[in-house]
């Protein structure tokens, strides 16, 4: 007998809701149907697990299943600035001044990170971000020190962003592998794939009167 876990979800949307945003859509994610495939049949995100019983929780798997169809991210200025503002309002004291973000808490340890985790199949499915980046703002109020920094970013239109795919048979790891085999590589391709695209464009030289292809 096997316990499962599963959690879909189908799709979602999240909107800007000043009348005065630029794109009134932020993020949106779908299923990537096929032609003729019915859409109840696929889903945005699938976590599918089945656990071996008696065994510690989230640790002994039979199956490990993570898909994410494409997500695109529309983000403007204005956007982004709203969310620093509200992130400073939650996270930083009213007494701290000229500080973005509050000092993290140092990590305290986990009991499942002393447990190796242990599956019969791993699979993590690669995922992919379509990005639009919109550094103009039609409001009369953001995050100055934001706006000044997000001005030197070039617009972005269908930017793309491949997270890797991974897939492991009999496997034991402990905590230390899983970071170094599946979280860091998510992390490294995500930054180097952004930093591409952020500086890998065409970018207009006000000396010069000419664009050039490659700002690095």
Partial sequence: ELNQVCFKLRAFQLDDLPPSAML????????????GEDINSRNLITFDASLFPNA??????KDFIINIDPIILFLD???????????????IPKHSKGVLLSKPKPSEPSSLSSIPLTA?????????FTLFVRSISPRPCVYPTLSSYLKAIPEITNGEIVLPSFHFEDCTMNAAYVQKEIVDPLISAAISQGMKMFLNTDIFMRSTGTKSANFA
Avoid: H, R, W
């Fill in 56 to 61: 510690p929780s989230f640790t002994t798997f």
């Fill in 120 to 128: 019969q199949n791993l699979t993590v499915n690669s995922c992919k």
């Fill in 24 to 35: 009134k859509v932020v993020c949106a994610g779908y299923p990537d149907l096929k032609e």
């Fill in 77 to 91: 200025l204005s956007f982004v600035s709203d969310a620093v503002v509200i992130m400073q309002q939650m996270f």
